[in-house]
């Protein structure tokens, strides 16, 4: 085991609560008052999550919307939020600021509290949500349910590799990188239907494969129903090694989430209503663990599904 | 007005939530479900609220009870905590969840969640607590109330000089310094009583000048009514200047309130039952600011009151 992999597990012996949900979750829940909090706690750091050069405003909207998609995750509204903020360059700091009030007023989240610190550059935030009906965790997928994602996969990999160099620039990309859209509206209205419900953080492979191993099935993806946006295919291709590459990039905020095959009709409905693709990628089975095939031809698993812990969430 | 400064008044005009309370108490409250949360976020940074080589377990500890005195102030019941781990050192990293498991113990407060990431050591930890009387402010304090202060004063400031060389070692105040104790029990027992309430983290002198312009009225300090400990005294002498140097040391965690006085018995039975002395320190009066004497003399205001926003909290 790594030594990260030990401190994780350490750390979850100490989340003996039901709350915490084994630190195995997006989000922690809470009852209170007969009503449901969920509550997250995202890290970004520079170097890590964003870019040295990336906009003090973008990273600010990034810091909000990571957070929030994980509250998207489990079809809570948002209440508000609390910032941990490392004081440093006058500038970059009056840009956050700035950033930070149009994010705020883009999702309607007040700020609540927080800490300024003079530091390197460690953002925390934390983002309290609530929700007045089932709170669906990673755990409850069933042998038989569908699995299925929100929006399109590998936008902000091909962005992250355009700012760096590694692709041709493309403002969309960029943008999907820098500004992800948590799926609030989305998530709320999933929550009821879904048997298991995250958000796509670190890379559709490894988030799946964590949803497989909570819920104690296996699931398997047909890569070719990956939904790819036309810019991604564009800028990075279409063939199986950049389907592989867009599920494994990470930073996509989107939903997984497993149904019941005969909620296939209400998920599609939800997804006509908010003009957000919803799109089926493959199912669960009895078993444990992640296959994939392409065109049902089976495709073996990369040696890595995305981003690790440590390296960051 | 001081980049930090315009920072935390551009932060200040975001934060438009009655539940932020203008960012200007210790922490934020939400009502839910006909409860009230109480939330707040501090962040501690290596060599700005711990030194490198504090030992880990404490500094777990510390993050804890800086987090915890803030609910204390405003008189709630912990109900758990999310942490933002910045992973690095194997060693350091494994002392310090054996430290947090400790404290948690200690303090009976479940983890529920948080992030760990590879980057500086820079710890953020949410506390969320609940209340279900009156949560205090800072700014109920009223013209002929009496300023109150738990436990002694300037403990963990001699403390950090002891450690810094400026003192004679001393482990009571080494552990003042590493260890504080947030004073959750009293907090509770005393928010029904009081009319304003907070903790002291960045000094006696400082916190209770905020407390007077939250409240719109003037504060007046005895400092020779100032508790200090005997090994305080003995390490860092008992006169004028000694005391100043308590009252704006900082790190402190004890609470300082207001109350009418004719509620000074119930105050003192409190203290009585738990043990923990509550000393009358001053009184409020119309007008405004912070004004010393000592022995009837008056007492000029020293130029550094405590620790100022942006040099951390």
Redesign the interface.
Known sequence: MS??A???A??R?????P???G?A?D??V?E????R?V???????EG??FLPDDPPGDVAWKLLAVNLSDLAAKGATP??V??????GD?SW??AF??G??AA?AAFGV???????????R?L?L?A?G?SGGPVPSRGGARPGDALWVSGTIGDSGAGLRALTGGLPGDDFLVARYRRPAPRLEAGRRLAPLVSAMMDVSDGLLIDASRLAEASGVAVAIDLAHLPLSLPCRRAAGDDVPARLAAASAGDDYELLFTAPPERADEVTEIGATLALPLTRIGFCRPGKGLSLTANGEPVPLPARLGWQ?????
């Open positions: 030594a990260e030990e401190f994780i350490a750390l012996a100490l989340a003996t609560s709350a915490a949900r630190l979750d989000a922690a809470l209170v008052g007969g009503r909090l509550l997250t706690h995202d890290v970004l750091a890590v999550h209440l508000g609390l910032l941990g903020y490392p004081l006058e700091d009056r600021v700035e930070l009030g705020l007040p700020l609540l509290g927080g800490d300024t610190v003079a530091a390197p460690v925390g934390t309290i609530e812990h440590g390296e960051g969430a």
